[in-house]
């Protein structure tokens, strides 16, 4: 039987990463389709950074790379159990596992807010079609034809919105603000800002 990978709302799915020699955990990170497919197809275990709304090959900094030795799914297809043969301290600290933090106690809980998750999402897609430039991909082409191409088309985009609103015409408006998003999110992409950087400047605004 096949289990599909289940993604998050973020089109993430979480990665536990084991010392395939001594069974020790070494981290959690999260992994989009394209981390998975990079680490099943080479010699290391590829991550997606969520701060950085990008790719992420662990060592290719500091030289502790993971080496994989394989990739298991967990039975209800949402976290992946990978087992790896570390080269140098896992975590950044310079321990050899991230988990070296005693918990006696309940601790004081850290939040964070973020902006909605198929934002992140449809960003992280966007991010890998700009990485590999497949070919067919309507998003490869916004990025081959530049960055006043895609300008264009954000304003193209919000001048139909615009339209749709005046119009009173809620499906239009929604399909529209959905394009200018995209589209937005392309030419953030393409201009190297991350969907973070705009939550922080939206949360400037909250008053």
């Given at each position: 039987m096949t289990t599909a990978i289940k993604l998050d709302d973020k089109g993430l799915v979480t990665a536990v990463v084991q010392d395939d020699d001594t069974g020790t955990v070494l981290?959690?990170?999260?992994?989009?389709?394209?981390?998975?497919k990079r680490t099943l197809e080479g010699d290391n275990v590829w991550f997606y950074s969520r701060s950085r709304s990008e790719l992420w090959?662990?060592?290719?900094?500091?030289?502790?790379f993971l080496k994989v030795r394989s990739l298991h799914l967990d039975c209800d297809g949402d976290a992946i159990l990978v087992k790896a043969n570390p080269i140098g301290p896992t975590c950044h600290t310079g321990q050899v596992s991230c988990f070296f933090t005693p918990l006696t106690e309940l601790q004081e809980v850290i939040t964070s807010e973020?902006?909605?998750?198929?934002?992140?999402?449809?960003?992280?897609?966007?991010?890998?079609?700009?990485?590999?430039?497949?070919?067919?991909?309507y998003t490869s082409s916004l990025f081959e034809a530049g960055v006043d191409k895609i300008?264009?088309?954000?304003?193209?985009?919000?001048?139909?919105?615009?339209?749709?609103?005046?119009?009173?015409?809620?499906?239009?408006?929604?399909?529209?603000?959905?394009?200018?998003?995209?589209?937005?999110?392309?030419?953030?992409a393409e201009s190297g800002?991350?969907?973070?950087?705009?939550?922080?400047?939206?949360?400037e605004r909250r008053v």
């Open positions: 981290m959690v990170g999260y992994m989009s389709p394209d981390a998975v090959l662990k060592g290719e900094t500091s030289g502790n973020k902006g909605p998750g198929i934002l992140d999402e449809v960003f992280s897609v966007i991010q890998s079609r700009k990485d590999e430039m497949p070919e067919g991909s300008a264009q088309k954000v304003i193209e985009e919000a001048g139909e919105t615009a339209l749709a609103g005046a119009k009173g015409n809620k499906d239009a408006i929604a399909s529209e603000v959905a394009d200018m998003l995209y589209h937005t999110l392309v030419l953030m800002v991350k969907p973070d950087d705009v939550w922080d400047k939206l949360r």
